[in-house]
């Protein structure tokens, strides 16, 4: 079974400051792994996916995440942080349904994003 | 291009009633999957319809239905109302099938039971 932590609900930073948002997965083999973005009153935005083909990935807007397999971690990070960053954050991986076969997309319960001037 | 638009945005039921949301995707999409959001339960995936076929199903109860047609325009319906169906219902549209592709989303229904 797949499934998706992120490991803290709210992270709190100061604009250009570096961000960390911490996702962790469990899976039973190799994981297609994504991050959204949802800003208040607007609709969920990809950021990035990783689906094997490199380990680093980069998103918009200056956003990157690194699989790590040893740690089953995909956690996103942002050299600096601005204003307009201030979101919720969603880790999702897709899982296979054991019953009945289907690819199920599993969110993570977000992370808030809070950013400071 | 225009995003994906649902409709209506807010919706007030009573229990036991049912309600059907609308969803028109992305022009040129062909799939469109529905979620549910709520502050207990976070973001659930309900199903994915990909040529009015429902390809992946989440584990919700029977009420919870869909179709798509032709157009791609989906519809999803929630039968016998419980005040626990009160979310914010979402629905995404990509270019292809499975959630493995880049999801759009709308701006979701926001369902009130009472």
């Known amino acids: 079974a797949q499934s998706v932590t992120q490991l803290d609900s709210h992270v709190s930073v100061s604009e250009g400051t570096p961000v960390l948002l911490r996702c962790n997965y469990s899976?039973?083999?190799?994981?297609?792994l994504f991050w959204y973005v949802q800003h208040p009153n607007k609709g969920l935005q990809l950021l990035l996916k990783?689906?094997?083909?490199?380990?680093l990935v980069k998103g918009i807007n200056g956003f990157e995440a690194e699989f790590k397999k040893s740690e089953t971690s995909f956690h996103l990070t942002k050299p600096s942080a601005h204003m307009s960053d201030a979101a919720e954050y969603f880790c999702?991986?897709?899982?296979?349904?054991?019953?009945?076969?289907?690819?199920?997309?599993?969110f993570g319960r977000g992370t808030s994003l809070i950013v400071h001037p | 291009k225009a995003g994906v638009t649902q409709t209506p945005r807010y919706l007030i039921k009573t229990r036991g009633q049912q309600v059907t949301l609308s969803c028109s995707p992305i022009?040129?999409?062909?799939?469109v999957s529905w979620y549910q959001q709520t502050p207990g339960q976070g973001l659930q995936f309900l199903f994915e319809?990909?040529?009015?076929?429902?390809?992946n199903k989440g584990n919700f109860p029977g009420r919870f239905s869909g179709r798509q047609f032709s157009n791609s325009r989906s519809e999803m319906n929630v039968s016998t109302l419980e005040l626990g169906d009160s979310a914010l219902y979402l629905c995404?549209?990509?270019?292809?099938?499975?959630?493995?592709?880049?999801?759009?989303f709308g701006p979701g229904t926001r369902l009130t039971v009472l």
């Open positions: 995404a549209s990509s270019s292809g099938q499975g959630a493995y592709n880049e999801q759009f």
């Open positions: 899976s039973s083999y190799s994981p297609s």
């Open positions: 990783y689906t094997s083909a490199a380990t």
């Open positions: 999702v991986v897709i899982r296979r349904d054991p019953s009945g076969g289907s690819y199920i997309p599993t």
């Open positions: 022009s040129g999409h062909r799939s």
């Open positions: 319809y990909f040529s009015e076929t429902q390809r």
